[in-house]
Structures are given as structure tokens and as C-alpha cells.
């Protein structure tokens, strides 16, 4: 029986000791890639080490619609698109939070659109961040339930996964664009489609309402964008309206121009645009948030 005791403890030394130095060594990786376009990196730049005058928060249609060089060419303004693909509006607020602790952005711009739908989305891909970024860690301490917060104690647990994304990340082409990957242009035609099934997870919903607290009490203009697509549901498109009336913040809707509409090649799918199609994007709404800014700063003398 003792030697059972024995042999028990060392089993569960060694597997402590083994958590302990692969959690070390992920943990050192994590906090020290390199500035690259994968989903890693733009995810440890963001949380970790970006700063910037104008932020852009959402998911896919944020990355692959807001290119930062046109935009900061008309404003004037460094802009970091911190924008990742599967991501929803608690990885938004996580950010924004982030932010704020290195720097004091000018003006948040949230493209809202899918962000608010009830799926988990890729949110497990923070996972590695627990107990390095205050905000991820603080998430996952009082919004999680007590078995996932158990798992996180196991670094094993925190960073499974991770080395496929570490591999992709070094194969990945430096950032030299700020966050924002050009999509390639849509071969075949593709018709408009409209549906109404609106689906709002309150959970994300309260985290889309604190970025607007948080750029209220820290005097951040708060822009929201509806980016064009071939695939948009009314109902979450009149509750994005909705909600900027409620909150009084500026509401740049592309969803209806028609110039978009007008070459399939200025879509990459029916979510995405092409990279034609977000460099004409970019520009039409760089013009238009420069108008806003312009407007705001003459309110504030």
C-alpha cells in the first residue's frame, strides 16, 4: 500500500513537473512572437503590444475590409486593425480593454455585423493569454464556469493546441499592413441574398455595451460600421441601427451602395470583400470618418 502511495505521488509529481515546462515554455513563446499576419500573432500584438490613434475592433469583415494605410493616408491618425477572423464582440471588449491599459486611442471603429450571434466562435483561441493579459484573465475568472477556470490552473490545458498555430505563425508573412489581409477576388457570380433571423447572445450584447461605456468614460469617439455583403440578415442589420439611435454613435452603413454591388469581382464570398473591393471600402469610409472627427473636435472647443 505504501509503495502504491508512493508511485501515486511520483506519477503526479512528474505530471506537475511536465505542466510546469511545457506552460514555461509556451508561455515564453506566446509572449514573444514575432509582428506576423497569423492568427497568434495578431491576437498576442493586439492584446499585448499595439498601440494606435484609431483601432478597428470585429471580426473577419474587419480584417479583410479596413486596410489601416488608407485610412491613417486621410486622417492622419495611426490605425491598427485589430480585427480576427471567428472572433465575436467579448474578444472586441477584451481588446478595447487592452488597449486602453497602453494607450488612449481618438476613435474606435466597431463593425458590429456577426459579432453578436449566439457561438462561441474561435474565443478558445485566447486561451493561451489566461494569466498574461489582465483583461482575458479577468473574462475567464468571472464569466466561465468553475470546470473550464479548474481546467485553465493546467497549462497543458491552456495552451493545447497551440502548436499547430505557433507553426502557422512561422511560415506566416511579416505585418507590414497593420492587421488588414487582402482577400483574392470572387471567380463566379454570386446573387444577393436576404434573410431575417436575428439571433443576439446577451452576453455579448453587455460586452458590446461596455466598448460603448468605456469609450464614453474615456472620451473616445465611437464609430459603427455596416460593411457591404451579399448575405445580410435585416432584422440584425435594424438592430445595429437601433442601436446606434439609442446610444447616439455615428453609423456608417455601406450595407446598400450600390458600387459595391456593381463588379462580383469586388467580393472574395458573400461575406467578404475582394481586396479591390476593401480598398475601395477603406477610402469611402476613411472620407466619411475624417468628416465625423473633423465635427467632433469643432464640438469639443
Same mark, same amino acid.
Given at each position: 500500500?505504501?509503495?502504491?502511495?508512493?508511485?501515486?505521488?511520483?506519477?503526479? $509529481?512528474? @505530471?506537475?513537473?511536465?505542466?510546469?515546462?511545457?506552460?514555461?515554455?509556451?508561455?515564453?513563446?506566446?509572449?514573444?512572437?514575432? !509582428?506576423?499576419?497569423?492568427?497568434?500573432?495578431?491576437?498576442?500584438?493586439?492584446?499585448?503590444?499595439?498601440?494606435? !490613434?484609431?483601432?478597428?475592433?470585429?471580426?473577419?469583415?474587419?480584417?479583410?475590409?479596413?486596410?489601416?494605410?488608407?485610412?491613417? %493616408?486621410?486622417?492622419?491618425?495611426?490605425?491598427?486593425?485589430?480585427?480576427? $477572423?471567428?472572433?465575436?464582440?467579448?474578444?472586441?471588449?477584451?481588446?478595447?480593454?487592452?488597449?486602453?491599459?497602453?494607450?488612449?486611442?481618438?476613435? @474606435?471603429?466597431?463593425?458590429?455585423?456577426?459579432?453578436? !450571434?449566439?457561438?462561441?466562435? #474561435?474565443?478558445?483561441?485566447?486561451?493561451?493569454?489566461?494569466?498574461?493579459?489582465?483583461?482575458?484573465?479577468?473574462?475567464?475568472?468571472?464569466?466561465?464556469?468553475?470546470?473550464?477556470?479548474?481546467?485553465?490552473?493546467? #497549462?497543458?490545458?491552456?495552451?493545447?493546441?497551440?502548436?499547430?498555430?505557433?507553426?502557422?505563425?512561422?511560415?506566416?508573412?511579416?505585418?507590414?499592413?497593420?492587421?488588414?489581409?487582402?482577400?483574392?477576388?470572387?471567380?463566379?457570380?454570386?446573387?444577393?441574398?436576404?434573410?431575417?433571423?436575428?439571433?443576439?447572445?446577451?452576453?455579448?450584447?453587455?460586452?458590446?455595451?461596455?466598448?460603448?461605456?468605456?469609450?464614453?468614460?474615456? +472620451?473616445? %469617439?465611437?464609430?459603427?460600421?455596416?460593411?457591404? #455583403?451579399?448575405?445580410?440578415?435585416?432584422?440584425?442589420?435594424?438592430?445595429?441601427?437601433?442601436?446606434?439611435?439609442?446610444?447616439?454613435?455615428?453609423?456608417?452603413?455601406?450595407?446598400? +451602395?450600390?458600387?459595391?454591388?456593381?463588379?462580383?469581382?469586388?467580393?472574395?464570398?458573400?461575406?467578404?470583400?475582394?481586396?479591390?473591393?476593401?480598398?475601395?471600402?477603406?477610402?469611402?469610409?476613411?472620407?466619411?470618418?475624417?468628416?465625423?472627427?473633423?465635427?467632433? #473636435?469643432?464640438?469639443?472647443?
Amino acid at each position: 500500500m505504501k509503495q502504491l502511495v508512493l508511485k501515486s505521488l511520483a506519477i503526479l $509529481a512528474l @505530471v506537475a513537473a511536465i505542466d510546469f515546462c511545457v506552460g514555461a515554455v509556451s508561455r515564453f513563446v506566446c509572449t514573444h512572437l514575432s !509582428d506576423k499576419l497569423s492568427q497568434i500573432g495578431t491576437i498576442q500584438q493586439t492584446l499585448l503590444r499595439k498601440t494606435g !490613434d484609431v483601432l478597428v475592433l470585429g471580426a473577419s469583415c474587419a480584417k479583410y475590409h479596413y486596410d489601416p494605410r488608407i485610412l491613417s %493616408d486621410s486622417l492622419g491618425l495611426s490605425v491598427q486593425n485589430c480585427g480576427v $477572423a471567428g472572433m465575436n464582440m467579448i474578444y472586441s471588449d477584451l481588446v478595447m480593454q487592452a488597449y486602453l491599459e497602453r494607450c488612449h486611442p481618438h476613435c @474606435v471603429v466597431i463593425d458590429v455585423y456577426g459579432q453578436l !450571434d449566439p457561438n462561441e466562435g #474561435r474565443l478558445s483561441r485566447i486561451k493561451p493569454f489566461y494569466g498574461i493579459s489582465r483583461p482575458v484573465t479577468a473574462y475567464f475568472n468571472s464569466e466561465v464556469g468553475w470546470q473550464q477556470r479548474l481546467k485553465l490552473c493546467s #497549462r497543458l490545458y491552456r495552451y493545447n493546441g497551440t502548436l499547430d498555430l505557433f507553426l502557422r505563425h512561422l511560415l506566416n508573412e511579416p505585418n507590414t499592413t497593420n492587421g488588414f489581409a487582402a482577400k483574392p477576388a470572387l471567380v463566379s457570380r454570386m446573387d444577393t441574398v436576404v434573410v431575417s433571423h436575428l439571433q443576439l447572445d446577451t452576453a455579448k450584447v453587455r460586452h458590446f455595451q461596455n466598448v460603448v461605456s468605456l469609450c464614453r468614460r474615456h +472620451e473616445i %469617439d465611437l464609430v459603427m460600421v455596416l460593411s457591404p #455583403r451579399r448575405y445580410h440578415d435585416i432584422e440584425q442589420e435594424a438592430w445595429i441601427v437601433e442601436q446606434s439611435r439609442r446610444y447616439g454613435i455615428p453609423l456608417i452603413n455601406e450595407l446598400h +451602395e450600390s458600387l459595391y454591388y456593381s463588379e462580383d469581382s469586388l467580393f472574395f464570398d458573400d461575406s467578404h470583400l475582394s481586396g479591390r473591393g476593401a480598398a475601395l471600402f477603406s477610402c469611402r469610409v476613411a472620407s466619411q470618418l475624417k468628416s465625423f472627427l473633423s465635427n467632433s #473636435r469643432k464640438g469639443t472647443r
